[in-house]
């Protein structure tokens, strides 16, 4: 913005100064800039001294103009530019304001509101600076070469040049080039910058990499799985570019009254300038310099940019702590959440079964049941058969042959061990035979899957099974109720399930039995009810409720293409904390959005007031009410990126 260069790009420019606010600028934005300060600083400190000191007005006048020159020439170029697309912009406030104190005597003013104007603006944009480098930074993240292994030979390639599945190969302290999956080695993997997780992941055979993450410790060979430009970096670099170009509804409004508002200022300063005097016979010169003061108290460049700097702002500082929000729409309409609605399988739970339950019954100790339970299930494939298989290596339970092996769909295994043959399966398998009810159905009514275990005489103990809770899912639901935000929970699980989920967690409403079509259908009514609701879900099949919500927010997005791009906000990783993260966000951003609006009408207002009685210069307006009131709304927006 130094240099005031009126871009094409109509949704990314300042209404004011037609400059792009989120342009990412190169370091040497700064150098012609401070060549121009510092050599307009000589020339009007010198036309200071010549006029005050030595009393030469002539060679002063000289001197003022070379600093309207020079540090006034892109001002007026785009002044003019906004004039001739016929859109009035602060360049052209500030261009009357000067032209016109040197037209009434006041040269040394008029190379003041230049100067001062320019300077604003450059502390303006070294101060925005700092809102803008999150893409830079995430750009440093991308690796550019990759240590390749083809035909047995590691080579140093681009990583342009990689094909998918290849293997690449990863030493300690190295970046990983791009995404993939681990074939060999096991190290920690810091995985801050792509998920927010502060503490490094272990990573081993099978395991799955991104490209821009830090291998800590170990030597790992990675098959490529995308091309980089594929990758989960890539596409967080393209999302947060196209994010700071959605705005928000205050941006949109704050964009419109500036397109309107500087014409009316030149028209009240016309005004000002000409109906004292012609009415009153008041001092024309007097009023007329009134009326530039008006001009330049009036620009309107730190409302204008009170609103997209904080949420540029937000939106950095969220992508640091791996939540990716697509636009500053989001940011403001997450305040206005009034209930979260959660889906259970992969979002609340881990959606992995575990054995919770254990009851041995008929002389059989819990050891022996496990042994035989797991030994069956060793030969299935199926997620219940996986957990027990895992319960019984936990308890260090060792597995028995099989013979004989059957499996009967929907219903259960059998199989003989030790030559008595063995039953695992639903209780209809087992028809005939005494059941332990009372713990049977205990374990029913706590939502549990119940697995029984049995020969062909009797039951010889029961299995509970139940989906995972997250651990960060009790404190987010109760950080949500403790503030008054409704949480619903909606699942395709039974009722048992769903209700035993729920009272874990301390959900205040949930509803089960319900298909993809019928969770849109609920979200609708939800809706209906509360105005604005927020839906969390994994992306992939929640993403027709997710569309329908206020906000979609996809959980674990760094792998899943789907979650990227069908929700609103992408948390990058597992973690159902960074709910109350986005919505302390949103409080936080929006607060520093109202203190910098209120902030700039109630200095602007109050100049502009002061400046029609004549209580305020040139110099005041322009350093005080446009460069200082700029520069201190945007250090307010920069708090937002601080702290937790």
Request: a negative charge.
């Amino acid at each position: 913005m130094p240099e005031n260069e009126c871009s094409s790009h109509v949704e990314s420019t300042c209404s004011c100064c037609g400059g792009d606010l989120l342009e990412e600028k190169e370091e040497s934005w700064k150098h012609r800039p401070l060549i121009i300060i510092s050599t307009s600083a000589i020339l009007f400190t010198a036309g200071i001294y010549l006029e005050n000191i030595l009393k030469l007005s002539l060679p002063a006048e000289t001197l003022f103009l070379g600093v309207v020159v020079i540090s006034g020439y892109n001002i007026v170029k785009g002044a003019l530019e906004g004039v001739r697309k016929i859109k009035f912009n602060m360049n052209l406030l500030i261009t009357i304001a000067a032209v016109g104190a040197f037209l009434i005597g006041h040269g040394e003013e008029g190379a003041a509101v230049f100067f001062l104007f320019y300077v604003a603006e450059f502390l303006e944009d070294y101060a925005s600076q700092r809102a803008r480098n999150s893409i830079a930074s995430l750009l440093k993240l991308t690796p550019q070469t990759a240590q390749v292994l083809r035909d047995g030979i590691e080579m140093e390639v681009h990583v342009h040049s990689v094909r998918v599945d290849e293997v690449v190969v990863v030493r300690p302290g190295d970046k990983i080039p791009l995404d993939g999956k681990v074939v060999k080695g096991v190290s920690a993997v810091d995985q801050a910058s792509i998920t927010g997780e502060s503490i490094p992941v272990t990573k081993k055979v099978g395991n799955e990499v991104f490209a821009g993450t830090i291998n800590t410790e170990g030597y790992l060979e990675v098959q490529v799985t995308r091309k980089d430009t594929d990758t989960v970096l890539y596409r967080i670099i393209e999302l947060v570019k196209e994010s700071k170009s959605r705005k928000s509804r205050t941006e949109k409004f704050i964009d419109q009254f500036a397109t309107y508002y500087t014409p009316t200022v030149i028209v009240l300063a016309a005004s000002v300038a000409t109906i004292p005097p012609l009415i009153l016979g008041l001092n024309f010169q007097d009023w007329v310099y009134r009326a530039l003061v008006l001009l330049v108290v009036s620009c309107p460049c730190a409302l204008a940019i009170s609103t997209p700097v904080s949420m540029v702002s937000g939106i950095t500082a969220a992508t640091r702590k791996g939540v990716l929000i697509k636009g500053g729409e989001y940011v403001e309409e997450m305040r206005k959440v009034k209930a979260v609605v959660f889906d259970k399988t992969g979002t609340l739970t881990e959606g992995q079964l575990e054995v919770t339950d254990v009851e041995s019954v008929n002389g059989y100790c819990t050891k022996d049941l496990l042994k035989i339970a797991a030994s069956l299930e060793s030969h299935s494939k199926h997620p219940i058969a996986r957990a027990i298989t895992q319960k019984g290596q936990e308890t260090g339970s060792e597995l028995c042959e099989v013979h004989d092996f059957k499996s009967w769909t929907s219903n259960g295994l059998e199989g003989r061990i030790n030559d008595k043959k063995f039953y695992i399966g639903k209780k209809s398998l087992f028809s005939g035979l005494e059941f332990p009810q009372d713990k049977l159905e205990t374990l029913e009514d706590e939502g549990k899957t119940v697995v029984v275990v049995g020969n062909e005489n009797e039951v010889i103990g029961i299995l509970g099974l139940m989906d995972r809770l997250r651990e960060s899912s009790r404190h987010a639901v109760k950080f949500l109720n403790d503030n008054g935000i409704k949480t619903v929970m909606l699942t395709g699980d039974h009722e048992k399930t769903a209700r035993a989920v729920a009272i874990q967690l301390g959900l205040e409403e949930y509803h089960h039995d319900l298909f993809p079509a019928d969770k849109v259908n609920k979200i609708e009514e939800i809706v209906s009810r509360y105005g604005h609701v927020a839906m969390v879900g994994d992306g992939v099949n929640d993403a027709p409720a997710l569309a329908r919500a206020n906000i979609g927010i996809a959980m674990g997005a760094a792998g899943s293409d789907v979650a990227m791009e069908s929700a609103d906000i992408a948390l990058l990783h597992d973690d159902l904390s960074r709910i109350e993260y986005l919505v302390n966000l949103s409080q936080k951003t929006m607060g520093v959005v109202r203190q910098n609006v209120a902030l700039s009408i109630l200095i602007k207002s109050s100049f502009a007031i002061l400046a029609i009685f004549g209580l305020v210069t040139l110099w005041m307006a322009v350093s005080i009410g446009d460069m200082g009131l700029s520069l201190a709304v945007i250090l307010n927006a920069l708090r937002i990126g601080s702290g937790k």
